[in-house]
């Protein structure tokens, strides 16, 4: 089976399982549920990172790149993960956070105590550019007692590595045959396309300095040499990079097989229609008109050029889609079936983050001691700082926290629903005596709507294999598109709104055979109606 018929599920490995009471998922809680990911029918299972750190930024701080945080287990439950998971036929795919490290690795410790073979791992300059940080704040931060300032596009205390040094990218890659000899099948980059810096760096006021790191074209060359020195001698590796603020050309690029780069991108481009001007602090409904022409856009250029998209609603980064694109109040159950076949008979390969099975929701926090996370700290500060009072404050960062998908994985309806005996590190999502996996599989139909999307990727190669062409695509409650292979076509159209409202069905459709819909007694014709939120893949 190839990338392309395999789907992936994440796993926050913090929030999934807790079995040492700790109020901490582990690994063991994720060896435990190995049949429950089978069941859903998944390939490989993608795990935040889990090695040693100060989790200032929840493990993306990493201090040891090849050992596993305590909290997480042992190196030994690690390999019996991996084990385990791949006698049930399922894979793991590895976080490799190769842009920046925690202050407290040793590399960065070395450069400070004054080792010039150290800090020459590290991007230090005399002076600093005009860049912001994209947790707040300028992006320098200064480098001990020496004068000098080092480079962390995100947190203080994740500084930035600095690839041009032929030592830092040996290390690198000896970090992914160290795990390829353990087993692991999959790596995802944390923010790869940010690890080519210029040997000069300059001011760039453009949007808080991005152009001046971002896509740069040595970045290519730099997944090229990564490919052919680990992953790329075994074919059956997946790997997939994570791109911020990227485009349609660089993915192309980083995804073509004759390349050599990736096997598939993470873009945000439709994660960001809900933000006012760009700015992800802001809170607006989302732009519908936005959201299908970035799909259209990403769809057709990718498949006319050969490239492969990461298609996926959810992460640990963003606040539930479902929270964002449905009305999931009063079509909590449609609307999550609805996204689900948007993606998943899309071209690329789908990822389901946890929870997102069972229709989980953000939590409804009520104040701002919930949250933990960093990023979301700074972001209500900035905007007190802008003068917003602390209602309106709390208003926008509700609706794009990162703990709205981060808090623990609900699975029946007990006081912390599962996860934990112990004090949650994270309290629980408000809908979790509702909304949960005892429940979900008892009485729910979400988790067997994903089950049967997953497999039918296997079953249809028009799903997996098939071109990308947009459906009406100024319709304004529909995104639909076309999937073609050899003879055989697949019409998909989804209604993204709770107005009903209708399609003329193209001739060649008239005739098909429903493959999957979220309503029942779907009837084709020259016209078809749609309910709320209704999905109906049309297959010929
Ligand atoms: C990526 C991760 C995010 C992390 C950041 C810095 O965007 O997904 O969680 O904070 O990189 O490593
Ligand atoms: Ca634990």
């Known amino acids: 089976m190839s990338f392309k018929e395999k789907v992936i599920y994440q796993i926050y490995p913090k929030s999934f399982l807790d079995t040492n009471q ?17 069941q859903l029918g998944v390939d490989m299972l993608w795990l935040n990172p889990i090695y040693p750190s100060p989790q200032k930024d929840n493990g993306y701080d990493v201090a040891d790149y090849t050992a596993i945080h305590p909290m997480f287990g042992t190196m030994k439950d690690f390999d019996e993960l991996v084990d385990i998971a791949k006698s049930n036929g ?61 480079l962390h596009l995100f947190e203080q205390t994740q500084a930035d590595l600095n690839w041009r040094n032929p030592a830092v990218r ?17 790596f995802r980059f944390d923010v790869i396309n940010l690890i080519g810096k210029d040997e000069v760096l300059k ?34 590796i997946i790997t997939v990079g994570e791109m911020s603020s990227t485009t349609p ?3 192309i690029l980083y995804t073509s097989p004759d390349r050599e780069e990736l096997t598939m991108t993470f873009n945000f481009h439709h994660l960001k229609v809900d933000y006012q001007d760009g700015k992800k602090w802001t809170k607006m409904p989302f732009d519908f008109a936005a959201l299908k022409e970035t799909f259209h856009d990403f769809g057709t250029k990718m498949s006319d050029k050969n490239g492969w998209n990461a298609l996926f609603w959810n992460n640990h980064d963003q606040p539930r889609a479902l929270n964002r694109f449905v009305d999931a109040k009063n079509y909590r159950v449609a609307g999550a079936k609805m996204l689900a076949s948007a993606i998943h008979l899309n071209r690329g390969t789908p990822y389901i983050y946890m929870g997102e099975e069972i229709g989980m929701l953000d939590p409804n926090f009520d104040s701002m001691t919930q949250y933990a996370d960093v990023e979301t700290a700074n972001a209500y500060q900035e905007l007190l700082d802008l003068g917003k009072s602390e209602e309106k404050a709390f208003e926008i960062v509700k609706s794009k926290a990162r703990d709205n998908s981060r808090t623990p994985m609900q699975w029946d309806d007990t006081e912390f629903s599962g996860f934990t005996e112990g004090t949650p590190w994270l309290a629980l999502g408000k809908s979790s005596k509702e909304i949960n996996v005892a429940k979900e599989l008892s009485e729910g139909s979400i988790f067997n709507y994903y089950q049967r999307l997953i497999q ?46 209708s399609i003329e069905l193209p001739e060649e459709f008239q005739q098909g055979e429903v493959l999957i819909a979220n309503y029942d007694n779907c009837l ?6 749609l309910e709320p939120y209704q999905s109906i893949a049309i297959y010929c």
């Not at 700790?22 to 089978?38: A, C, E, F, R, T």
């Not at 040996?170 to 999959?186: P, Q």
């Not at 076309?482 to 107005?499: G, H, K, M, P, T």
């Open 170 to 186: 040996e290390e690198l890659f000896d970090v992914l045959r160290f795990w390829m000899n353990k087993g692991v099948k999959g």
């Open 456 to 501: 039918l990727r296997k079953e249809y190669p028009v799903i997996a294999r098939g071109s990308y062409e947009a459906f009406l695509p100024e319709h304004p409650q529909i995104y639909g598109y076309i999937r073609r292979f050899e003879d055989r076509s697949l019409l998909v159209v989804n209604n993204f709104y709770s107005q009903k409202t």
């Open 249 to 251: 050309e660089n993915c």
């Open 203 to 236: 001011n760039c006021s453009e949007n808080d300095g991005k152009p001046a790191y971002t896509d740069r074209a040595i970045v290519h060359d730099y997944i090229k040499m990564m490919n052919q020195a680990s992953f790329g001698d075994d074919k059956d």
């Open 22 to 38: 700790d109020g901490v998922g582990d690994l063991q809680g994720i060896k435990n549920k190995i049949p429950y990911l089978k």
């Open 90 to 150: 399922i894979d793991l795919m590895l976080d490799m956070v190769f842009n920046h490290v925690s202050t407290e690795h040793e590399w960065f410790q070395k450069a400070l105590a004054g080792e010039k073979k150290y800090q020459d791992y590290f991007i230090l300059r005399d002076e600093p550019t005009d860049w912001l940080s994209k947790f707040g704040g300028n992006a320098w931060a200064p480098f001990g007692e020496t004068g000098r300032y080092y």
């Open 524 to 529: 084709l014709g020259e016209k078809i109606n």
